[in-house]
T-cell receptor, first 114, second 110 residues
Framework: ETGVTQTPRHLVMGMTNKKSLKCEQHLGHNAMYWYKQSAKKPLELMFVYNFKEQTENNSVPSRFSPECPNSSHLFLHLHTLQPEDSALYLC?????????????FGQGTRLTVV | QKEVEQDPGPLSVPEGAIVSLNCTYSNSAFQYFMWYRQYSRKGPELLMYTYSSGNKEDGRFTAQVDKSSKYISLFIRDSQPSDSATYLCAISNTGNQFYFGTGTSLTVIP
């Protein structure tokens, strides 16, 4: 248990479905992130939130829509995805500006788009 | 040029061997250096964290940072089959931007 919890762990969805990924951090951090991890590729940063405000959107297609209602929760809303969006989606949190600045990850959601 | 370069391997060693994993980075302004271990189908788990230059030891693991060469290393002594995983290096500046290597896949053969 890393203090970052992601649900669901696995998700299979059709291209016309709408689903949401949820992330919750219990570490008191002020920054939260969504990353995409595909096979043989480095982690791709998707979105960054600092104090609930989105500070980075890494040219992510609009079929991915993040939401950060408070500093402990982060969602990723999915709609009309493509098969190439199948990947492991990782949520992370950190304390920006603090002496120890490491990021802590959740276990990820394994997404398969059919 | 990528911010962080890491040889993806795969790396295969016999049990008990010393493993050396390495990354290079491009921006000398980075101050925070991390190593993560990721088992198959799991999220990355923070293994070692180092600030600035020098060595840090934790059990069988040693993290080393050489800022003059922009080179970071992770050494695993007396490697065990349970060390088989993908190891990712990461660098950061203010704790708001993280750059990750591609990860090195390690297999320790019993």
């Amino acid at each position: 248990e890393t203090g970052v919890t992601q649900t669901p762990r696995h998700l299979v969805m059709g291209m016309t479905n709408k689903k949401s990924l949820k992330c919750e951090q219990h570490l008191g951090h002020n920054a939260m992130y969504w990353y995409k991890q595909s096979a043989k590729k480095p982690l791709e940063l998707m979105f960054v939130y600092n104090f609930k405000e989105q500070t980075e959107n890494n040219s992510v297609p609009s079929r991915f829509s993040p939401e950060c209602p408070n500093s402990s929760h982060l969602f990723l809303h999915l709609h009309t995805l493509q098969p190439e969006d199948s990947a492991l989606y990782l949520c992370a949190s950190s304390q920006a500006g603090a002496p120890n600045t490491e990021a802590f990850f959740g276990q990820g959601t394994r997404l398969t788009v059919v | 040029q990528k911010e962080v370069e890491q040889d993806p391997g795969p790396l295969s060693v016999p049990e008990g061997a010393i493993v050396s994993l390495n990354c290079t980075y491009s921006n000398s302004a980075f101050q925070y250096f991390m190593w993560y271990r990721q088992y198959s189908r799991k999220g990355p788990e923070l293994l070692m964290y180092t600030y600035s230059s020098g060595n840090k030891e934790d059990g069988r693991f040693t993290a080393q940072v050489d800022k003059s060469s922009k080179y970071i290393s992770l050494f695993i002594r007396d490697s065990q089959p349970s060390d088989s995983a993908t190891y990712l290096c990461a660098i950061s500046n203010t704790g708001n931007q993280f750059y990750f290597g591609t990860g090195t896949s390690l297999t320790v053969i019993p």
